[in-house]
């Protein structure tokens, strides 16, 4: 099982990037897949989390900037950002929950991880 995350890079505050990450070994139709973050010196947060591609969370800081979704055709979940701020900047990573529904579950409740796509927001 396998979770590859892409579609990072540096963007000018107020600019748009969209992550990507293809699963391939099983499907995650039925369980939680999360975008986490994790800036250099802080501890790796929750972004937003989704499930059965109707259900979501997002963390206070991004709420309104960014949307997270799948695509179960292709196995696939996105994470659209817009209006990135410097704070925003950090390694995002992608992982699966196959053991709760909780939308709101911290890094210890998820058991599959992509290793992470880096983001920078920066003039």
């Known amino acids: 099982v396998q979770l590859q995350a892409s579609g990072g890079g540096l963007v000018q505050p107020g600019g748009s990037l969209r992550l990507s990450c293809a699963a391939s070994?099983?499907?995650?139709?039925?369980?939680?897949m999360g975008w986490f973050r994790q800036a250099p010196g802080k501890e790796r947060e929750l972004v937003a989390a989704v499930r059965w591609s109707t259900s979501t969370y997002y963390t206070d800081s991004v709420k309104g900037r960014f949307t997270i979704s799948e695509d179960n055709a292709k196995n696939t979940m996105y994470l659209q950002m817009n209006s990135l701020k410097p704070e925003d900047t950090a390694v995002y990573y992608c992982?699966?929950?196959?053991?709760?529904?909780?939308?709101?579950?911290?890094?210890?409740?998820?058991?599959?991880w992509g290793q992470g796509t880096q983001v920078t927001v920066s003039s």
């Open positions: 992982a699966a929950n196959t053991r709760s529904w909780s939308l709101s579950a911290g890094p210890n409740g998820y058991d599959y």
């Open positions: 070994g099983r499907t995650f139709n039925s369980d939680v």
